[in-house]
Nanobody, 126 residues
Framework: AVELAESGGGAVQAGESLKLSCAVS????????MAWFRQVPGEEREEVAT?????ITTYAGSVKGRFTISQDKDTLYLQMGSLKHVDTAEYYC??????????????????????WGQGVQVTVSS
């Protein structure tokens, strides 16, 4: 199975930047999609950004224009800029086998992400 491990979290001040990394290991037999999620205690988990093997990306409206998701052969990244206090959360990377939708990116076969990292804390002071 695919294994994921996040790193790069920490504490920053509002307006600053931070880059998260997610190391990807294990077999990747089929087409996979990757994503970043975040969760604040007491709130629903939020999908932050997604990327497929064609580098087609999606972003939550709350981060669009400030965050950038990218990948290389074994690492997923989330570049976070203009950070706000409301970005404070535990961030998780995730993966799923997925299929391409012409003109509309990709979707997970199971309708959900199957593989998850352990999470990394990001704290933004205001």
């Amino acid at each position: 199975a695919v294994e994921l491990a996040e790193s790069g979290g920490g504490a920053v001040q509002a307006g600053e930047s931070l880059k998260l990394s997610c190391a990807v290991s294990g077999p990747r037999i089929s087409r996979y999609c990757m994503a970043w999620f975040r969760q604040v205690p007491g709130e629903e988990r939020e999908e932050v950004a997604t990327i497929d093997e064609d580098d087609i990306t999606t972003y939550a409206g709350s981060v669009k224009g400030r965050f950038t998701i990218s990948q290389d052969k074994d690492t997923l990244y989330l570049q976070m800029g203009s950070l706000k206090h409301v970005d404070t959360a535990e961030y998780y990377c995730a993966a799923c086998p997925c299929y391409s939708i012409s003109g509309s990116g990709s979707r997970c076969y199971d309708g959900e992400y199957n593989y998850w990292g352990q999470g990394v804390q990001v704290t933004v002071s205001s």
